[in-house]
């Protein structure tokens, strides 16, 4: 395109910024970010949003909030953008108080309101999360949605309050999905409770029976528990559903050059170096405790 002579423009330079953020490459759009900067064009809301975006992702959560605090004319997005990026970096204080510097310009929406319900969630502040969600609709005209409700459990399983978290579930408006299931049954196992994880299971079994989340918690449950004939009967009733753990799989970028790794994959042509190398790590923290 620059080749051709022809200069990207607002959207242009969003959608590679949007881009960059996606894939985790920093450089990348710190270049494009250095282009915007040289060329003069003016950082809207728009392109703001999109470059606060790109940093708190790749970590760099001051540079964002640089950017943010750049932007003369910030609407709604450019706000619920920089409280997402607080609340995903565990800064839910932050978070609060920027949501609360918000409210004196921009009325928030739904998408703000699940950011900060999101920062009280990371962050364990219950009673903020727990006012905010019983005000939604009389402050701020905003009916609680599933994602909504979704953090609300979150938020009190995570708290140990399990039984509370139930309670939201049994008197959702709507249904609940796989996801408030899976976060119940997660919870249940930071917790302890078994007896809230088996009832948290048999729903999630429900809605995804071929998936293999739910029966290798509840079988990791019981196995912290010391229950393991338990924990065994799980993985053979997963076993003869034909449901099978979906191997781990990472990747990671060197020199522009991208490398996957697959658990358990002894097909690597360098299977063997990586095995020594393993191992030699493995025996090291072993000697040093």
């Known amino acids: 395109m620059v080749a051709e002579n022809v200069m990207p423009d607002n959207v242009t330079m969003t959608i590679l910024i949007v881009v960059a ?10 270049w494009i970010h250095g282009m915007v900067v040289r060329t003069g064009m003016k950082i809207n ?13 790749c970590g ?10 750049d932007i003369t004319e910030k609407d709604v997005t450019v706000w619920t953008t920089m409280i997402t990026g607080f609340a995903f970096h565990g800064y839910g204080r932050r978070a609060l108080e920027l949501f609360s510097e918000m409210q004196e310009e ?16 990371h962050c364990g502040l219950v009673d ?8 939604m609709k009389e402050n701020y005209g905003i009916e609680p949605r599933i994602e909504h409700y979704g953090c609300l459990v979150d938020l009190l399983g995570r708290s140990g309050r399990l039984t509370e978290a139930k309670d939201v579930i049994d008197k ?23 007896e809230m994880a088996e009832i948290a299971w048999r729903e999630l079994l429900k809605l995804e029976p071929g998936k293999e989340g739910g029966f290798v918690l509840l079988s990791n449950i019981y196995a912290a528990n ?12 997963m076993e003869n559903r034909g449901v ?11 020199d522009g050059v991208l490398y996957d790794f697959v658990a358990e994959n002894k097909r690597h042509p360098r299977w063997l170096k990586m095995q020594s190398i393993i191992y030699f790590m493995n025996s090291e923290m072993r000697l040093h405790n």
């Open 21 to 30: 953020a996606e894939v985790g490459e920093l450089n990348q759009g710190r």
């Open 45 to 57: 809301a728009f392109l703001g949003s999109a470059l606060i975006n790109l940093y708190w992702k």
């Open 60 to 69: 760099s959560i001051e540079k964002a909030i640089m950017i943010f605090r």
């Open 106 to 121: 921009e009325m928030p929406n739904k998408v703000t309101i699940l950011a900060v319900l999101t920062a009280c969630v």
């Open 128 to 135: 903020e999360g727990l006012e905010l969600f019983s005000s």
């Open 172 to 194: 959702m408006p709507m249904k609940p999905s796989q996801s408030i299931w899976g976060a119940m049954l997660s919870n249940c196992r930071a917790h302890g409770n078994v």
């Open 226 to 237: 010391k229950k393991w004939s338990f924990s065994d009967k799980i993985r053979e009733v």
């Open 244 to 254: 099978k753990k979906t191997a781990g799989c990472s990747s990671i970028v060197v």
